[in-house]
């Protein structure tokens, strides 16, 4: 079946962050040069700023360097009760000097931003490990994703984060979309 996703990073800068890709094919070929899309629900885009994906870049990167949970990289997205699973992603940069990078990066709720009003995440969230002996991909960091299953019953912002345990490492993006 083919699907749609949105660009989130492509490395190499050809495709511009938010196109659409669609079609298995183009889907495939994308990933295969390195590049970062997520799935999406194309009847959300369009609905709301903020209902088919949320992307934000963190400038220099939100620094994670200690081994305590975190939450991080705020982000907000209008979900709808029909369409049951968040995707996410993450670029993750290693801070550099002696400090080996390491850790565990997921999407978790963050319901504390103000304005967020529906929803929660089921306990099926894939976590992504960094660093601790897994090479770093060419351009020396690692793009971790996952999916979550979502719970909701009625449409509405659902404010998410990043939960980080890890040190020596930078968070330089994030994303998350909704889609089956």
Aim: net charge neutral.
């Amino acid at each position: 079946m083919d699907q749609s996703r949105i660009v989130v990073y492509d490395p190499t800068g050809q495709f511009p962050e938010g196109d659409v890709l669609e079609g298995n094919r183009a889907i495939a070929m994308f990933a295969s040069r390195g590049g970062m899309s997520l799935p999406i629900d194309v009847r959300l885009i369009g609905r709301n700023a903020v209902s088919e994906v949320f992307i934000r870049k963190w400038g220099q990167g939100e620094v994670f360097d200690r081994m305590v949970g975190q939450r991080g990289c705020p982000m907000l997205l209008y979900t709808v009760p029909d369409v049951p699973f968040l995707h996410w992603a993450a670029r993750v940069l290693p801070l550099g000097g002696d400090r080996e990078p390491r850790g565990v990066v997921r999407l978790v709720m963050h319901s504390g931003q103000p304005g967020a009003i529906t929803g929660g995440l089921r306990a099926d969230g894939e976590a992504c490990q960094v660093g601790d002996g897994l090479a770093p991909d060419s351009d020396g960091g690692w793009t971790v994703s996952g999916r979550v299953g979502l719970n909701c019953t009625m449409e509405g912002y659902l404010g998410l984060s990043l939960y980080v345990v890890a040190s020596g490492i930078r968070v330089v993006w994030s994303a998350v979309s909704q889609a089956r």
